[in-house]
């Protein structure tokens, strides 16, 4: 299995074929929140979104069993904000989200992604968060890919714009994107930005 995809793009249900409206099984995403939560994994959280290219703009949202309807929170990047709770999935509940434009290209990303990003690192929080990432992942690729599974390349930094990145003193301006290699992290003393990154996430180098 192509870690990357598994990190960045991971579909669930496979690609989303309907238009619109559209629904998925609550069950897929019920599954991925279990193995993260069956780990000790304090630092990470499981992020899923619909990537608003090809016009996959969402208008609405919502959760539904036979007898209920609940709603979902959705933010302005499309974050789906998806409860973990036993009794949606017993009562096998749908996701469903009401699209603007025809949704044959759109899809269900799922990212593992720092909890509460911070604005510097000392190099013992920073290799404790890649180490969650990187053992989280490998769970996800399951038995028994996830003992030939490699290494994450590092983390990535993601900013609303330009940035400072400040390492043992010595600072850089980047612009939206910042990656930080394994290697680097395990050099370094601390890392500081000018402002906190919007996500912390995995960098995974495609195969």
Known sequence: MNKGLLCSCLLLATSVVQATPISLDYQGFYQRMKQMNKGNYSLIDIA???PKANGCVIESGSITTEKRNYPLTISNDQRLYIPFDET???ERALINLQMK???TRCGVAMQIRAKSPSRDYSQAALSELATQMDELLK????????YFAEDIAGVSFEFAGKAQVTIDGKAQQVDGIYRLASDEIRALSK???SETPKVVSPWVKSS
């Open 48 to 50: 899923f979104s619909v």
């Open 88 to 90: 949606l999935k017993s």
């Open 101 to 103: 434009n025809d949704a």
């Open 139 to 146: 769970q996800m690729q399951g038995f028994p890919m996830k």
């Open 191 to 193: 890392i500081s930005f």
